[in-house]
C-alpha cells in the first residue's frame, strides 16, 4: 500500500501530547519548517478537560494558565493547614483555552497539514493507515493508539472524577488559597478527596476524585458533590455552570504502544506521561516534549526512553500496593507526607525530581511496615517477571 502523503512529522492524536508536541516543534527555529501533519479523529475545541500542576517560573503555556496558587488547602480528620508550595505554582489551564493557544500556532503555518480520520493503526515501516487514507512519517509521535496489558502482577487502579464548575450567588472564595486534597469525605474503602479550585470569588471548580478498582455511578459523584456542598458552604446557593469527568489510569503495568527506534515515539498517556501513583500527566507531557526536542536536535538515532526512572517507577509500584492492597489508607499517607515535610519538598517528590537524600526523608514520613512489606512484594514481583522472561529467552536444546 501507498502512502498518499509524506512527512517529515506526523502527529497521531491531538489532545494534550499531540498539541504540545506541536507546539514544541513550531517554537524551535528549525523544525518549524519541517513537514508536519496533524492526525485526530475529532476537532477538540469544548472545555472538556482541566490540568493542573505545579512548575517553578513560567512554563510555555503560561498564556493559559486561568489561575495560579501559592497556598494550597489540605484536609485529613489527622491534620488540615494551609502550606506554601513556594517555588512551585499550582497551576491551572483550562480545555478549551490550551486548544485555542495551540491551534492559533498551528494555523500560523502553511506546513503543517490537519487531517481529521480515525488512525486504524501505525506500521513500523512509518505509514500511518487511517480510515480514508495512508500518511508515511519519517517520525510519528503517537498518542492516539494504546493499550494497557493485563498484567494479573501489576495493579490496575483508576482515578476517577466528576468536576463542577459552581457559581455561588455570593462573593465567598478566597482566589488565593486551592484546596488541593480535602480528605473529609467518606471514604468507603477507596482512596477518596474533592478539590476545590477557586477562579474568581464567585467561582470554583469543585472535582469529587476517587482512587479504586473501578467506577462509580454517575449519581454517586454527583450526590458526593451535592453533600461536599452543602457541608463546606451552607446556606449559599450556586448554579452549575459546566461540568467535566474523567478517568485516569493508575497502573504499573506495561502499555502496549508503538516504540519503534527513533521512527515511532509513544507520547502522552500512551508514552507513560500519566502517573502511576498520582494520575499527574501534564507536567511529564511537557517534560517528554522537551526530551523529544533535544533528542531531535542531536539527531539521535537511538530510541528515546520517555518513561520514569527505574527509582520512580519502583516507588510508583510501591505506592500503588500499598493503595490498591489497602496496607494502609490513602488519606493518611498523604496526610502524613504533607504533615512531616516541607510542601515543595513533597512536590519535587511527586513531579520525580528528588535525589536519594530527599526520598530518604520521604521514605521516614510515611508508615514504615507497610510500606516495607509492599517494597518486599514489589521486588518479588519483578523478579518473577524478570526470571519468567529470561525463561522464555532460553535457546531450545
Ligand atoms: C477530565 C480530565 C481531567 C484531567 N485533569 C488532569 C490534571 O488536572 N492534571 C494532569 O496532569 N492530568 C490531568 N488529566 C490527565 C491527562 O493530563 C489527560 O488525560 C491528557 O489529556 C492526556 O493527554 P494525551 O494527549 O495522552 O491524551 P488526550 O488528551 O486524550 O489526546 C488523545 C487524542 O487522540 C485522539 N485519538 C484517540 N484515538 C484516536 C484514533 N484512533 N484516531 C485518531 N485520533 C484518535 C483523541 O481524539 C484525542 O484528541 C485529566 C484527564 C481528564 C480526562
Known amino acids: 500500500m501507498e502512502a498518499s502523503k509524506n512527512y517529515d512529522y506526523i502527529i497521531a492524536g491531538a489532545g494534550a501530547a499531540g498539541l504540545s508536541m506541536a507546539y514544541y516543534l513550531l517554537n524551535h527555529a528549525i523544525f518549524c519548517t519541517k513537514k508536519i501533519l496533524i492526525i485526530d479523529q475529532t476537532q477538540k475545541v469544548a472545555n472538556d478537560r482541566t490540568w493542573c500542576f505545579w512548575e517553578k517560573g513560567s512554563g510555555l503555556f503560561e498564556p493559559c494558565v486561568t489561575q495560579q496558587w501559592q497556598s494550597l488547602y489540605f484536609a485529613s480528620p489527622e491534620w488540615s493547614a494551609i502550606v506554601n508550595t513556594a517555588p512551585y505554582h499550582y497551576k491551572m489551564i483550562q480545555g478549551k483555552d490550551f486548544y485555542a493557544f495551540c491551534w492559533a500556532k498551528i494555523k500560523q503555518y502553511a506546513n503543517v497539514d490537519v487531517v481529521y480520520d480515525h488512525v486504524e493503526s501505525i506500521t513500523n515501516d512509518g505509514l500511518v493507515h487511517c480510515t480514508n487514507d495512508i500518511f508515511w512519517g519519517n517520525t510519528i509521535f503517537n498518542s492516539a493508539l494504546y493499550e494497557i496489558a493485563k498484567e494479573e502482577s501489576k495493579h490496575h487502579l483508576l482515578q476517577h472524577f466528576k468536576g463542577w464548575y459552581v457559581v455561588f450567588e455570593s462573593p465567598i472564595l478566597d482566589t488565593n488559597i486551592a484546596t488541593l486534597m480535602d480528605f473529609d469525605v467518606e471514604q468507603h474503602g477507596d482512596c477518596r478527596f474533592v478539590y476545590v479550585l477557586p477562579t474568581s470569588p464567585f467561582k470554583a471548580l469543585v472535582e469529587y476524585t476517587v482512587f479504586s478498582k473501578s467506577l462509580l455511578h454517575e449519581v454517586d459523584y454527583e450526590k458526593a458533590l451535592q453533600i461536599y456542598l452543602n457541608q463546606k458552604f451552607p446556606n449559599q446557593s450556586y448554579q452549575i455552570e459546566h461540568t467535566e469527568f474523567g478517568v485516569i489510569p493508575m497502573t504499573n503495568a506495561t502499555i502496549k504502544a508503538l516504540h519503534n527506534g527513533e521512527s515511532i515515539i509513544a507520547i502522552g498517556t500512551a508514552g507513560y506521561a500519566s502517573k502511576a501513583s498520582t494520575g499527574y500527566t501534564f507536567a511529564f507531557i511537557q517534560r517528554q516534549c522537551q526530551q523529544i526536542i533535544a533528542?531531535?536536535?542531536?539527531?539521535?538515532?537511538?530510541?528515546?526512553?520517555?518513561?520514569?526512572?527505574?527509582?520512580?517507577?519502583?516507588?510508583?509500584?510501591?505506592?500503588?500496593?500499598?493503595?490498591?492492597?489497602?496496607?494502609?489508607?490513602?488519606?493518611?499517607?498523604?496526610?502524613?507526607?504533607?504533615?512531616k515535610l516541607p510542601t515543595p519538598l513533597v512536590l519535587k517528590f511527586l513531579n520525580e525530581e528528588t535525589k536519594w537524600h530527599e526520598d530518604i526523608q520521604i521514605m521516614?514520613?510515611?508508615?514504615?511496615?507497610?510500606?516495607?512489606?509492599?517494597?518486599?512484594?514489589?521486588?518479588?514481583?519483578?523478579?518473577?517477571?524478570?526470571?519468567?522472561?529470561?525463561?522464555?529467552?532460553?535457546?531450545?536444546?
Open 295 to 339: 533528542h531531535l536536535e542531536n539527531e539521535n538515532k537511538q530510541k528515546i526512553n520517555l518513561r520514569a526512572t527505574i527509582k520512580f517507577q519502583f516507588y510508583d509500584s510501591v505506592l500503588l500496593n500499598v493503595i490498591a492492597t489497602h496496607k494502609f489508607e490513602g488519606w493518611k499517607i498523604f496526610s502524613r507526607m504533607f504533615k
Open 364 to 397: 521516614a514520613s510515611v508508615n514504615f511496615w507497610s510500606f516495607t512489606k509492599a517494597a518486599f512484594q514489589e521486588i518479588k514481583a519483578a523478579i518473577k517477571i524478570f526470571s519468567k522472561a529470561k525463561k522464555n529467552l532460553q535457546p531450545l536444546e
